[in-house]
C-alpha cells in the first residue's frame, strides 16, 4: 500500500508560481511512476506529468510544457510539482498519483489540493 499527501495549495494571481508536494509512503517506490493530475470544475480530470521514482524520464503535458516542472527527491521521499507563468485555466484540484512501471494505471491517489489562479 502506498499513501500520498499533496500539499501546497492556495491562491496566486495569473503570473504567479506555486510548488506542490506529495508526500509518499508506505512501501518502497523504486519501481513506480510517479504523476500529477488535475480535475477543474465541470471537467475530467486531466494528466499534468509524470516521472520515474529515480527522477528519470519527466514527462509534461503539452498544456504546461514550459511552465511546470515534475521532480522527486528520493531521500525525502517526495514528489514535486513546480508551477511557473499560472494562468487562471490552472485552476483544478490537482492530485499526485503512483503506478507500477510495468502498468499503466495509477492506482494510488493522494486526497488533492486546490490551486486557484486568479486574473
Not at 508526500?23 to 480530470?45: I, V
Not at 521514482?53 to 516542472?69: D, I, L, N, Q
Request: hydrophobic share 35%; charged share 15%.
Amino acid at each position: 500500500q502506498v499513501q500520498l499527501v499533496e500539499s501546497g495549495g492556495g491562491l496566486v494571481q495569473a503570473g504567479g508560481s506555486l510548488r506542490l508536494s506529495c508526500a509518499a509512503s508506505g512501501r518502497t517506490l523504486s519501481s513506480y511512476f510517479m504523476a500529477w493530475f488535475r480535475q477543474a470544475p465541470g471537467k475530467e480530470r486531466e494528466f499534468v506529468a509524470r516521472i520515474s521514482w529515480s527522477g528519470g524520464s519527466p514527462y509534461h503535458a503539452y498544456s504546461v510544457k514550459g511552465r511546470f516542472t515534475i521532480s522527486t527527491d528520493n531521500n525525502k521521499n517526495m514528489v514535486y510539482l513546480q508551477m511557473n507563468s499560472l494562468k487562471p485555466v490552472d485552476t483544478a484540484v490537482y492530485c499526485c498519483a503512483a503506478r507500477m512501471r510495468s502498468s499503466t494505471s495509477y492506482i494510488y491517489w493522494g486526497q488533492g489540493t486546490q490551486i486557484t489562479v486568479s486574473s
